[in-house]
């Protein structure tokens, strides 16, 4: 095949359309959890974070809920992927391979946002959120109280007590969280993310009739079963508030979404010194953790 200008742009237009083609058809699992925040900056500042808002009876005048300043400012990162195309392979009508090679960089675009998320949560119990503890913590400050939404237990169906002392523990200090003001939040998990290792026992607890002591089972339909291939911890498990239309328990801060780019001038250093053309990927985002409370992480070490 001869190389030259018009070749080369044929050649990288189908590439790209296989790179966007796949990028679309590939959405990923990250929006059951998550939610994504538009930003138009070198990064944001969540100060909005600081504030749970709910209403309150009007008595007197308004209550002005002041947001606190700002100290959770989030900058967005670079990422990218890059595929080098050897000129001989276009002499030599060997680009086949590259259709692969362009399908494959756009489902590593495509899992840019479950790779954030994914990241978030292995991260939980050691990176701190807006209020400066831990996203799982025990002493998250509410007003004059600290407030945990961490817990130790392994996640377990054997029998009606380990059940509550687990997944029902869980699921009862997400419901009794509140405000600052001592008004119940009014929360309801839904969904509970595991590990592989721990799927079945998760699908016990959600979605059995009886437990594996063959006693009633009362938490059958309580959440849907997220099973995470991606978590590093082969026994934390996590208990999400998901159905909340305004926040999710994680964000994703986009500046830029994945794009295709290339790089085909044959004055480039590249061409010249390796025979090489290059394609690829680019994007500029950032992981943050949301409002705590909307989310509850055992290690599963007790």
Request: glycine fraction near 6%.
């Amino acid at each position: 095949m001869l190389v030259n200008k018009d070749t080369l742009a044929s050649i990288f237009t189908g590439l790209k359309t296989i790179f966007n083609n796949t990028l679309k058809a590939a959405p990923g699992n990250w929006s059951a959890t998550a939610m994504e925040v538009q930003s138009d900056a070198e990064g944001e500042d969540y100060m909005w974070l600081s504030r749970f808002p709910k209403l309150r009876k009007w008595l007197g005048d308004k209550v002005v809920k002041n947001l606190k300043a700002g100290k959770y400012y989030k900058v967005n990162e670079d990422w990218e992927t890059t595929i080098a195309v050897k000129r001989n392979h276009i002499d030599d009508d060997r680009l086949g391979i590259y259709n692969t090679q362009a399908q494959q960089a756009g489902e590593a675009a495509s899992e840019l946002h479950d790779i954030i998320v994914d990241d978030l949560k292995n991260k939980a119990f050691t990176e701190a959120c807006f209020d400066g503890q831990f996203y799982y913590d025990t002493d998250h400050p509410v007003k004059d109280a600290s407030v945990s939404n961490k817990g130790t237990m392994a996640l377990s169906c054997a029998t009606k007590a380990a059940a509550v002392a687990s997944y029902g523990a869980a699921r009862t200090t997400v419901m009794s969280f509140k405000d600052e003001e001592g008004m119940p939040l009014r929360l309801i998990p839904d969904t509970l993310e595991v590990p592989p290792a721990l799927e079945a026992t998760a699908r016990t607890l959600c979605e059995s009739d009886k437990l594996d002591d063959n006693s009633p089972n009362p938490y059958k339909g309580s959440a849907t079963v997220l099973v995470n291939p991606a978590l590093t911890s082969a026994t934390g498990w996590m208990l999400h508030v998901t159905k909340k239309a305004s926040v999710k328990p994680f964000i994703v801060q986009m500046r830029k979404k994945p794009i295709f780019v290339s790089q085909t001038s044959a004055d480039n250093d590249d061409v010249f010194n390796r025979a090489e053309y290059k394609f690829g990927a680019e994007a500029r985002a950032t992981g943050l953790y949301g409002y705590w409370q909307l989310s509850y992480g055992s290690t599963g070490a007790a």
